[in-house]
């Protein structure tokens, strides 16, 4: 049986305190890329009871995505943005999704998807991709805060994987150093540490923590 919403979120203000969750539930999170990092941040959010997710991929999901990234071998072929929606209603039913099934390619899809969020989460593939996001939200969305992602390859040390705060508004988490490549993949343990902390910045910043 599905708890009530009066029975999650009595349990999570029991576990967070009620101002603290009034703040999280209240947010509004936008997910840029729903791959590793990406679905990985969005089902720690979504557990830890925050109101609204703004979800954004092209991609659909990929047997190859399934060894790091939380979706189930079902939904090979379903759009990301669907299978991940899916999957977070299993785990948050009365959570807000927002989904938009498009790539992010220029300053006017930023201004358009993004506008809408406190807090941005850059979770792409591709060093272009994330460049651009960074630069058009810290340019033309100036009061958000962003937390970006940079270095999460391979198997080397848990520990090299950090949150720094980069400007008052944006936070960049990795070891800002490793990259995929032939030989050196990514692992599910470590681009999921690298989105732990992604979302836990993003849950301090809800608390008004703002030191990484």
Known sequence: MIPSKEELNHALKMRHGEALH??????????????????????????????????????????SNLHRQQYKASQVGLDKTQALSQNLRE?????????????IADEDDVRKLLSSADIICEAFDHA???????????ELLPDKYLIAASGMAGLGSANAIQTRQITSRFYLCGDRLSDAHEGLGLMAPRVMLCAAHQAQMALRILAYEFEP
């Not at 890329?33 to 959010?45: C, D, E, F, K, P």
């Not at 272009?128 to 810290?138: C, D, F, G, I, P």
């Open 22 to 63: 009034t703040r999280i539930s209240t947010a509004v999170i936008a997910v840029c890329g729903l791959g590793g990092l990406g679905s990985n941040i969005a089902v720690s959010l979504a557990r830890a009871g925050v109101g609204k997710l703004i979800l954004i991929d092209f991609d659909q999901v990929d047997v």
């Open 91 to 103: 785990i948050s039913p009365y959570i807000d999704l927002e989904t938009h099934t498009v790539r």
């Open 128 to 138: 272009e991709a994330k460049s651009m996001l960074t630069n058009a939200v810290l």
